[in-house]
């Protein structure tokens, strides 16, 4: 640690100074940017705003929509961040072992995660087709019928929930098993001397030893799961009849289909200090100094 | 998918199965993908911008980790928190007024423009992995350097860089991933065929094809084949960067 002193330090303050500056034109300005946006009324981007003060809130927080909205977030968020971390441990636990072609498995696992979210889409689509997808043929042949995957609200969900649970999973599977690895064995091996089963010793041991980071992993999920806006946009498109439509659609479609810059702009900063909670807590439970000297 | 984009269009609208009977050698999807298509186009946009972002990350965020663990910088842990706060921010968020903001500027539909929004996912991302990386390397190196008679440029190019390389090179991957992956930011700010990234660009072929899953699979496989040549070369990279739990998603 030290101050700037040489001519090359103050080469280098400068830079720094001007990196923090673009660091902050680009984000801060953005947000600073969408409040100011929510307090006037605007058609477009490029019309003329006028102030409304509260006027937009009050408005938004008025209506059905965005109470439904909210709601179909929270339902597709929870349920994607229970079924994500249930598997994902499961699959890490069946990992942690050694079988042949190991390495391969584990690097497979990953995959789904680095596709585009574009690519995902695409390909549930086009299993669901209605005349041609695989799984619409499938259960047509189960004696099911053909399910309008998309017209049917509880199914919509379903398969928004679905393709999100198959993309992310991964990210938790190779979160817990870097962390199982961190695990002294001696513990599990005391724990099957004092006669602990498989369960007992998942339950008493793994769990308690893993339970902070675990909660980091719950934590960002469900900061970004509230966030997702392509795998739903792309599949549903919100529908149908909004029955997949969360915030950040409900934004999207405010802002840029109902010509209403100020709602959507109200809904963004809403949504945002929605997530702050969230972000807060983590911030709460993992202060960075203890980041800083775990190290 | 990859089967999909190799099936012969007759075939595609059989009774589909999941092994296709006969493959298609002619490529006719992906010739008609890239003959007809603006797609070569896109990819040629998605690759600039990639790269573009890759590079201002790198530069922006090696200099501010840099000088956050080597100076007493007044409000540091501000600084570096705000990053990973700003890293959580609804990248709708962060789109909508950048629109307003581009549009003002004359630079909405802009290739520039979906670089910089890239680069607000992607800064505050590097900047807290490569601090992690630039804390816990010993000082007393590029002391030592310095003794030498090595400037604080030399030390950092001859022992910090090459030390830290696994942390520029993470960070060099997910910044391409984030950028050749997103749909968001692009999808908000570019409007013209000509500006399009690739995934915007292959889920505007949903509508305009009408069901040409050929080509469409053609597509998302030709998207996909950089992330899996990656994936195979730098594979321990990605790793390590989940396990840091370094990436948005």
Request: hydrophobic share 55%.
């Amino acid at each position: 640690m030290q101050g700037f002193r040489t001519s090359s330090d103050k080469v280098l303050k400068w830079a720094f100074i001007a990196s923090v500056s673009v660091v902050l034109l680009l984000i801060l300005l953005p947000v600073l940017h969408a409040i100011q946006l929510s307090f006037y009324h605007s058609e477009s981007f490029v019309s003329n705003k006028s102030w409304v003060g509260l006027g937009n809130y009050a408005r938004i927080l008025n209506e059905m929509i965005f109470w439904k909205a909210l709601s179909v977030g929270l339902i597709f968020g929870c349920l994607t961040i229970i079924l994500q971390v249930c598997l994902g441990i499961a699959f890490a636990l069946f990992l942690d072992r050694n079988f042949p072609g190991l390495p391969i498995i584990r690097g497979l696992v990953i995959l789904p995660y680095l596709l585009p979210t574009v690519v995902v889409a695409l390909a549930f689509q086009w299993m669901l087709d209605g005349t041609l997808g695989l799984l619409t043929i499938w259960s047509e042949q189960l004696g099911l019928g053909r399910p309008s995957w998309f017209e049917n609200p509880y199914l919509a969900m379903t398969v928004v929930i679905v393709a999100s649970v198959w993309t992310w999973t991964p990210f938790v599977t190779v979160s817990f098993l870097a962390a199982l690895q961190t695990i002294p064995k001696s513990l599990y091996e005391s724990a099957k001397v004092d006669g602990a089963g498989m369960w007992s010793r998942f339950w008493h041991v793994t769990i308690p030893m893993l339970l902070p980071m675990l909660m980091v992993i719950i934590l960002l999920r469900s900061i970004w799961m509230f966030n997702k806006f392509d795998i739903i946009w792309l599949l549903t498109k919100g529908g149908p009849s909004s029955a997949t439509e969360h915030l950040p659609i409900l934004a999207y479609r405010r802002a840029f289909l109902q010509y209403d810059v100020g709602g959507g702009a109200a809904v963004a900063t809403l949504s945002f200090l929605l997530l702050s909670l969230l972000i807060l807590v983590y911030f709460y439970y993992y202060p960075l100094e203890e980041k800083e000297s775990s190290h | 998918m990859i089967i999909s984009s190799l099936r012969p269009e007759k075939e595609l609208f059989d009774v589909p199965t999941l092994i296709p009977k006969t493959i298609d050698w002619q490529f006719t999807s992906y010739k008609n993908l890239l003959e007809l298509t603006d797609y070569p186009l896109q990819f040629m946009n998605s690759i600039i911008v990639a790269l573009a972002v890759v590079v201002i990350t790198l530069i922006i965020s090696i200099i501010i980790a840099y000088v956050v663990t080597r100076y007493r910088v007044p409000g540091k842990t501000m600084i570096v928190g705000s990053m990973l706060y700003a890293y959580m921010f609804p990248p709708l968020m962060l789109a909508i007024p950048l629109l307003s903001i581009f549009a003002t500027l004359g630079l909405a539909d802009s290739l520039i423009a979906v670089v910089l929004a890239h680069c607000t996912l992607t800064i505050p991302l590097g900047v807290w992995m490569l601090w992690g990386f630039f804390k816990v390397m010993p000082f007393d190196l590029e002391e030592a350097a310095m003794v030498d008679g090595c400037s604080r440029a030399g030390a950092f190019f001859r022992v910090v860089l090459p030390l830290s390389l696994p942390g520029v090179i993470t960070v060099s991957i997910f910044s391409f991933l984030l950028s050749w992956t997103d749909y968001v930011f692009a999808f908000v700010l570019v409007s013209s065929d000509l500006n399009k990234t690739l995934p915007v660009g292959l889920a505007s072929l949903i509508g305009s094809f009408d069901a040409r899953w050929g080509e469409l699979m053609a597509g998302a496989t030709l998207i996909a084949i950089p992330l899996f040549l990656m994936f195979v070369f730098l594979g321990r990279y990605f790793i390590k960067g989940l396990a840091a739990g370094a990436i948005k998603g």
